[in-house]
């Protein structure tokens, strides 16, 4: 018997969504909550014996899922597990999945997490096949809130099953947490990519990428750029708690798009413009003080621009908006991130004002969070 545990984070799109999966750029920044994975194998039991199972527990929600892999075998065929090589799940293969999520019978109400239990059972058999296991599943991050749950459900999920295969090279005796090789990371991002495509339909592979590699991250049709920021950024999460799903905001804008194909362009070319100004700033140092109000203020700028083009792209909401006016209100600018239609809100908070933050600002932005019933907290990073 074998066990790992891996995690990995959630992000922030500091710019560029949606235009992303369009091939603009987009700038996003890992942040520190995480989705943990724990995974034991028990390959003893031969996987037709009628013992051997493949178990899910999602803990947070007090799911778990039991799979006979016989059962299995039946349903999806013997197809050969094959870790090296990150496999798409065709039509009829998320047709049988979807048959095999029905029956353990999710509760009504939490329905949305049928695609994420999908992209498991996707990865988990490509991956292992339908050897004995079970994966327990824990997240720090809000679900279905633009943080890109999704993606670091895929990555730390990835991780895990990757690293009881030969495709993950470390000493599986030692204790303790280990860093995969850049190939290794490349590996699981792309099986990451396969889970996502699963929940989001159409994912432009940005949040599986900063939640692979960290830090933070230029990204353009597939390729990513690693940046440093030359002063950090702090920024203000407010999650409306409204609820809403990727795939539709996603299949929204490019309905959207196909209708007004020359219109939509231009939005997206104007937000690739706003995402390469906004690194260019991001990456100048600022000499003094003065530099680092003026760095503030462009930034500031082209997030409210950015923001502009995304209320054009269809994915802002009037919980969105309230959050909007109310940081205005004190003179702060925000954005929402991700992909919009509620979830969560950026307000970057400049450094003059975190001077004076801990005398008027903190009982304000309890009065923020009281008032649209959200969770908040301040990120910072560089
Ligand atoms: N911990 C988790 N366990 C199971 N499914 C998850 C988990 N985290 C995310 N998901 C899946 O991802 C979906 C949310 O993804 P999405 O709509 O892209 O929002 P976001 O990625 O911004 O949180 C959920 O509905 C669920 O299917
Ligand atoms: C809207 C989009 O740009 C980001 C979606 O992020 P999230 O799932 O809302 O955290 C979609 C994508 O890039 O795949
Ligand atoms: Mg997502």
Known sequence: MAQVRARAPGKIILSGEHAVVHGSTAIAAAIDLHTHVSFRLDPSLPPGDEESAVDLELKDMALKFSWPSSKLREVLDDAVA???NPASCSLERIKSISALVEEPIIPEAMIWL???????????????GYKRGKVVVTSDLPLGSGLGSSSSFCVSLAGALLSLTDAVSFDKSQTGWFKLTKAELELVNKWAFEGEKIIHGKPSGIDNTISTFGSMIQFKSGELIQIKSSAPLRMLITNTKVGRNTKVLVAGVSGRSSRHLVAMSSVFTAVDCISKELLTILESPAADDISVTAREEKIEELLEMNQGLLQCMGVSHSSIE????????YKLTSKLTGAGGGGCVLTLLPTCILLILPIISFS?????????SCLLFIVKFT
């Open 82 to 84: 094959d870790p090296s």
């Open 322 to 329: 309230t959050v909007l006016q109310t940081t205005l209100k």
């Open 364 to 372: 304000s932005l309890f009065v923020i969070g009281n008032l649209i």
């Open 114 to 128: 049928s695609s994420g239990v999908s992209a498991f059972l996707h990865l988990y058999t490509s991956i292992h």
